[in-house]
């Protein structure tokens, strides 16, 4: 079944005024179009934000309760719909069916937090030096919030920032990655189905060149919040600080793991070709490389590569399929040019690096899971993110060293330790310089109430999720009153 996906602007599903559109293919069979997108125009995106900053007016008026009421009811019908739209994601973008639908579901537990969030204070009294007066704070919305959101996570990703972008009363016109297009359109029908006021949120397909910029240079958007590489980013940062506007980018990671002699080697193998394998490699906190004490460097090496070659790799609707392809041509060729960038720089190919040849990845963008050893942290795999199921290992002798190797990245997303010693535990919290840190676990994950984002050039070092999003699409105002 092919599907259209239109523009959804002030409450109505509309076709772009240029008549164009763009195909959706299916990474795991080329030979499936899953549908069309729009290919809007610069006068469809401000048709689009037109309608947000109407809609504004209104929406910032009603309390935050009712606004959290229609979060509620988006999360009822996302959770009555996850199997249908986990099916449409798989074959837009290739992530395994289980954990699409896993994925799903978060987008459920966000919707539900963020609910709850219009019941929490926004604002707070302060003593004043005048002993008649009454001083206080409180948080109002920025107005109309551009969302930008990448096709790794179509479902998770938009909603953790239209749900905190709506609570706190602005309206949104949202674009979502290309490829992903028709998720996001189901994503925006929830809002719909919810009843949510025509305009509060929009929806705009189209290229980034036209769309993703006209937002960065349109007066009456007001704030844009962005999840994408850091080219992009730079350019979103330059564009939004030129007219005084608010921008939020969480972008690139090279994230490492550090494996201590003392660690439960099983699970520290288990976990970081999890951290390096799941979604393909294409998460922005995927686990890049492993920096393992000497002495246990062997035996956690034939754990990971034991793990590795167990993997099943296929279309993520079939059953029993650990990795699904890489999502496009592009990041298929990216992937392989590391590879072979490794193999070039003396790096020891340990497990993968091929192309799939079974009958079913013979129509897709897929490649195996791939280890690396023998890596140094000057080579260019150490040092770049990939975006693919590639691991790098790397052998130190201390704490000392593992964690200054670390530090030594442009990145600073995500890290984990594993041992067994608490000292090192608090030790490593204090000095990895990364912002989300993790003890016997993978780099990866996050939950809806705690905050998300980088350091370094990760992040513009705001962060997203829990009641930390309030600081971005929220602005303070101060008040007094004198009797």
Not at 274 to 285: D, E, F, N, S, V
Request: aromatic share 8%; with cysteine.
């Amino acid at each position: 079944m092919t599907l259209t996906t239109l523009n959804f602007i002030n409450g109505e599903w509309v076709s772009a005024q240029n008549g164009s559109f763009i195909r959706s293919i299916n990474p795991s069979d080329l030979n499936e179009v899953v549908g069309t997108i729009a290919d809007s125009t610069i006068e469809d995106l401000d048709d689009a934000v037109q309608a947000a900053k109407r809609a504004g007016v209104s929406w910032r008026k009603l309390s935050a309760v009712d606004r959290g009421n229609f979060l509620h009811k988006a999360a009822d019908i996302l959770e009555n719909n996850v199997d249908e739209i986990a099916e449409i994601a798989t074959r837009e973008m290739g992530k395994v069916l289980h954990e699409m639908k896993g994925e799903v579901k978060r987008g459920v537990a966000i919707l539900r937090y963020f609910a709850q969030e219009g019941m929490r204070q926004t604002g707070e009294v302060l003593p004043s030096a005048q002993s008649n007066n009454f001083l206080y704070t409180k948080r109002v919305p920025i107005g109309v919030v551009g969302i930008i959101t990448p096709w790794n996570f179509p479902v998770a990703i938009p909603l953790w920032k239209i749900a905190p972008a709506l609570i706190y009363g602005n309206t949104v016109v949202f674009k979502s990655a290309s490829e992903t297009g028709i998720t996001a359109a189901k994503l925006v029908e929830v809002f719909n189905q919810a009843g949510i006021p025509g305009g509060v949120i929009n929806f705009i397909n189209g290229k980034g060149s036209v769309i993703g910029q006209g937002m960065v240079e349109h007066n009456d958007i007001h704030a844009i919040s962005f999840t994408g590489s850091n080219e992009v980013g730079k350019q979103i940062a330059i564009g939004m600080a030129a007219r005084g506007a608010k921008y939020q980018l969480e972008m690139g990671g090279k994230n490492p793991v550090i494996v201590l002699e003392d660690a439960d080697l099983d699970l520290a193998a288990n976990l970081t070709v999890l951290g390096a394998m799941k979604q393909t490699g294409q998460r922005c906190t995927a686990t890049s490389k492993a920096f393992v004490q000497r002495s246990v460097y062997d035996r956690f090496k034939e754990r990971v590569i034991e793990k590795v070659q167990s993997l099943k790799v296929g279309p993520g609707l079939f059953n029993g399929i650990d990795m699904g392809p890489l999502a496009s041509k592009n990041q298929l060729d990216s992937v392989v040019d590391y590879i072979d960038k490794g193999l070039t720089e003396g790096a020891t190919l340990l497990a993968g690096g091929r192309i799939p040849m079974g009958s079913e990845c013979k129509n897709g963008f897929f490649i195996e899971p791939t280890v690396f050893g023998n890596v140094t942290n000057n080579m260019v795999i150490a040092k770049e993110e990939i975006f693919g199921p590639v691991l790098c290992l790397i052998k130190v002798e201390s704490l000392d060293e593992a964690i200054e190797l670390a530090n030594d990245n442009m990145y600073g997303l995500s890290a984990s330790l594993f041992t067994k010693d608490l000292a090192k535990a608090f030790i490593f919290a204090d000095q990895i310089e990364a912002g989300l840190v993790q003890i016997n676990g993978e780099t990866g994950g996050a939950e809806p109430q705690a905050p998300f984002g980088g350091m370094k050039a990760s992040s513009s070092h705001s962060r997203e999720q829990g009641q930390a999003a309030k600081e971005f699409f929220t602005t303070i105002k101060t008040i007094t009153i004198t009797p």
